[in-house]
């Protein structure tokens, strides 16, 4: 799957949407200078988020939802440090939580991850291969659309400025090198052809400028087939 390398270029809310009708599994990640951000992926649906905020630990969740106190918390985090395990466990095993509350104050923690990572103005993008997933993380329940990316800013909600139709479809066809008369039939060829030409993985020993043109001219290709589909 080609996905676009900037966040500035797409929304999350795309990506998230684009993988999951994909059925991808793997990792996205977003980095910025300083900070990496990942975000597990499993059969299209969000499984863990990382986020390098400190501010969305699990014991201070638990603390300022006022389901657990606070030396409670502060006593299981000195025990998982020296035994390396998760504070979550320490409070279930003392009885201060039961296990579905637990489960809640996880799945709060991966919501507000998420939503801090649809705070991002930029970062760039990476998918890779699923990897083993975050400890805790298998045994949660995977997001569902509606919380991952329902309802979520999208590209195409961006504001732009009003272009007349016409002027829409002659650049659209410009790009794919056609013209008025172009028949259904002949858009689609050329346009598996176009793709085909450009794709960066049909090619080999590309330098980063030559694959960021490819990856460039290959978007302007889709979103001209995209509009000339809307427009029929």
Request: aromatic share 4%; with cysteine.
């Amino acid at each position: 799957m080609l996905l676009p390398t900037r966040l500035r270029e797409t929304t999350l809310g795309d990506l998230l949407a684009a993988l999951h009708r994909a059925y991808a599994s793997g990792v996205l990640e977003l980095v910025v200078p300083g900070r990496h951000h990942a975000i597990h992926l499993r059969r299209g649906l969000v499984q863990a988020v990382e986020c390098s905020e400190r501010s969305h630990r699990f014991g201070d969740l638990a603390t300022d939802t006022g389901l657990c106190p606070r030396d409670a918390v502060e006593h299981a985090s000195r025990e998982a440090f020296a035994r390396n395990t998760r504070i979550g466990q320490h409070l279930v095993a003392r009885g201060v939580l039961s296990p579905a509350t637990r489960d809640r104050v996880l799945q709060a923690q991966r919501a507000r991850r998420l939503d801090a990572l649809y705070g991002l103005a930029d970062a760039d993008l990476r998918f890779h291969a699923a990897r083993p997933l975050p400890p805790g993380s298998a045994e949660q329940s995977p997001m569902s659309a509606g919380e991952a990316f329902h309802g979520r800013a999208r590209r195409r909600d961006r504001v732009r400025a009003p272009t007349h139709p016409g002027g829409d479809r002659r650049r659209a066809l410009r790009v794919l090198g056609l013209d008025e008369a172009t028949t259904p039939t002949q858009l689609r060829a050329r346009y598996r052809e176009r793709v085909t030409a450009l794709h960066p993985d049909h090619a080999v020993n590309l330098d980063e400028r030559e694959r960021e043109r490819r990856v460039a001219e290959l978007r302007a290709v889709i979103d001209a087939y995209r509009s000339l589909l809307r427009q029929s």
